[in-house]
Structures are given as structure tokens and as C-alpha cells.
T-cell receptor, first 112, second 112 residues
Framework: KQEVTQIPAALSVPEGENLVLNCSFTDSAIYNLQWFRQDPGKGLTSLLLIQSSQREQTSGRLNASLDKSSGRSTLYIAASQPGDSATYLCAGTNNAGNMLTFGGGTRLMVKP | EAQVTQNPRYLITVTGKKLTVTCSQNMNHEYMSWYRQDPGLGLRQIYYSMNVEVTDKGDVPEGYKVSRKEKRNFPLILESPSPNQTSLYFC???????????FGPGTRLTVT
């Protein structure tokens, strides 16, 4: 059974810093990986989706990479801003495409 | 506006009183799914549906029922709610050819 782990569980950084959030998964048969943002009391917003055949995706200040062989994905946030403060979740889709397994999330605080 | 809606957003009920949480999407998505989010356990998949009249169990289906009679709606039914079903519930949807999921705003359920 797929297990997804995110480390650290919480992270506090000063504004302007570049940072990396980590996501690891146990089953390399993962089909694709998606990064989400969740604000307190709100739903999930999709940030980036890395398809099985891809190694990375970029959107603005965000860059996500996927290394299936090592069972790892990273989300890189450049020049962090207080508005980036949220919980970031990674989730992997199984090969059948019908199940999504989430990590526990990293709670990010960017201080002005 | 393309969106996934859930109703109600907040619900407090008593043990054993049947309830339904509705989920509707206006994007003509084939795939819909329900998740619950609990502190320390993260998001876990309850049920999913690949299309109308096609549903299947996720990781934690016990105590829940679903139906998919129309493409846009995917209600979650708790026939006899118990306190351990107190949680934050999310509905999500996507096109069958894409793995990017769109989430609803969540329903916070408390069972006393």
C-alpha cells in the first residue's frame, strides 16, 4: 500500500528566503504526483501536477520535481512571501488512476 | 465559474441520525471522490466514482455510502453516524483523461 510522507511537518522562514518542501513515497509505481495548498479552514488548491513521464513542473515561483526511482518529490518556492503561508500537501496517484494518497502536509509560515 | 460545491458546509448532528452531504460539480467531470481529513491522519479517500453508476471503495469506506445517478452529483450518505465520523470532508472531481483534481470547500461534520 502506498505511503506518502512529508518532512518537515512545520517550517518557519523569513520573507524572501528560498525553500524546499519534501515528499517521499514508498511505491515507485506511482502514476503522477500533485502538490496542493490548503489555507486554514479552506479547501485544497492544486498547485502543480507532475505526470508520470515528466520530471518537473514550474508555475511562477514554484517548481516541483519528481524522481520515481528514489521515491521523492520536492516543491521549491523561490523568494517566499507572507502570502505563501499555508499547509502544502503532496499526493500520489496509483497506476490505475483511481486512488489518491496524501502526505501529512508541511505547515509553512513565512514571516515578514 | 467552474467549481465543486458541497452542502452543508457545517453540520452538527447526533449519533444514529441519517444524513447526506451533497457534492456537485459544473465541469462535466467524469471522476468524483470523497475524502475525510483528520488531525494526525491527513486526508484519506472514502469512495470514488469513475462515472455515472460506477463507484468503488477507497481506503476508509466503512460507515459510508455513495451513489452516482447523475454526472454532476455525488452525495455522501451516513446511514447511522457515529462520533468517530466527526471530521472535515472534501469532495473532488476531475476529467477522466486528466489527473488534476479540483476540491470543494469542505464540510465540517460533528457527531455527538
Amino acid at each position: 500500500k502506498q505511503e506518502v510522507t512529508q518532512i518537515p511537518a512545520a517550517l518557519s522562514v523569513p520573507e524572501g528566503e528560498n525553500l524546499v518542501l519534501n515528499c517521499s513515497f514508498t511505491d515507485s509505481a506511482i502514476y503522477n504526483l500533485q502538490w496542493f495548498r490548503q489555507d486554514p479552514g479552506k479547501g485544497l488548491t492544486s498547485l502543480l501536477l507532475i505526470q508520470s513521464s515528466q520530471r518537473e513542473q514550474t508555475s511562477g515561483r514554484l517548481n516541483a520535481s519528481l524522481d520515481k526511482s528514489s521515491g521523492r518529490s520536492t516543491l521549491y518556492i523561490a523568494a517566499s512571501q507572507p502570502g505563501d503561508s499555508a499547509t502544502y500537501l503532496c499526493a500520489g496517484t496509483n497506476n490505475a488512476g483511481n486512488m489518491l494518497t496524501f502526505g501529512g502536509g508541511t505547515r509553512l509560515m513565512v514571516k515578514p | 465559474e467552474a467549481q465543486v460545491t458541497q452542502n452543508p458546509r457545517y453540520l452538527i448532528t447526533v449519533t444514529g441520525k441519517k444524513l447526506t452531504v451533497t457534492c456537485s460539480q459544473n465541469m462535466n467531470h467524469e471522476y468524483m471522490s470523497w475524502y475525510r481529513q483528520d488531525p494526525g491522519l491527513g486526508l484519506r479517500q472514502i469512495y470514488y466514482s469513475m462515472n455515472v453508476e460506477v463507484t468503488d471503495k477507497g481506503d476508509v469506506p466503512e460507515g459510508y455510502k455513495v451513489s452516482r445517478k447523475e454526472k454532476r452529483n455525488f452525495p455522501l450518505i451516513l446511514e447511522s453516524p457515529s462520533p468517530n465520523q466527526t471530521s472535515l470532508y472534501f469532495c473532488a472531481s476531475r476529467f477522466s483523461g486528466s489527473y488534476e483534481q479540483y476540491f470543494g470547500p469542505g464540510t465540517r461534520l460533528t457527531v455527538t
